[in-house]
């Protein structure tokens, strides 16, 4: 009689390609883990460029934005009391700036003549490439990686911040 508990014997061959199978398996759900990584990483620090002087930039005061061309606008800069050098033109992003006439609060960026917004809205303002960032992050975890909660998570935080910062520089 037999048992309805046999074991059947698989060939060297078949294990042998099973595993490498699974290994191959393995090594693809690191790569993509890794890649996602590089994703966030590289968004976090291109979002640092603009956010880390919004937030802890040396030189503050206001521009009055003079003139806009394309996507970039100019105005004259003038130190919060006691800080930085003398009045001195800048630029800063046209998204970012609002009207001509308009007087904002800015940080200057380190070693340039860029002008970034003070304040939550230009910290998220800033933090527009790390919301990108995670979007893209969701996609590659959804379709390769199949892991749909994790995915759906990023997702929305990276629409999230990317709305909330619409939200503030348009109000």
């Known amino acids: ?3 309805s508990t046999s074991t059947v014997k698989r060939s060297r061959t ?3 390609g099973e595993s490498a199978f699974g290994m191959l ?3 693809r759900n690191i790569v993509l883990v890794l890649v996602c990584l590089l994703v966030l990483a590289a968004g976090g620090w291109t979002s640092w460029k603009t956010a880390g002087p919004a937030l ?3 030189q503050r005061g206001t521009v009055e934005v003079a003139r806009c061309v394309d996507d970039e606008c100019s105005g004259t800069f003038r130190p919060a009391s006691g800080g930085g050098s003398g009045v001195r033109r800048v630029t800063i992003a046209e998204s970012v700036s609002g009207v001509v ?3 904002l609060q800015v940080a200057l960026k380190p070693d340039s003549g860029e002008a970034v917004r003070t304040g939550p809205a230009g910290a998220l303002y800033g933090a ?3 919301g990108g960032a995670l979007l893209l992050a969701a996609l590659v975890v959804a379709v390769g990686l199949r ?3 994790t995915a759906l998570v990023l997702g929305l935080l990276g629409a999230a911040l990317t709305m ?3 939200a503030l520089l348009t109000f």
């Open 1 to 3: 009689m037999s048992s």
């Open 14 to 16: 078949r294990r042998a």
């Open 25 to 27: 398996l393995l090594v």
């Open 56 to 58: 802890t930039g040396d």
């Open 101 to 103: 006439g308009e007087r």
């Open 128 to 130: 527009v490439p790390f």
């Open 147 to 149: 892991w749909r909660g």
């Open 164 to 166: 909330t910062s619409w």
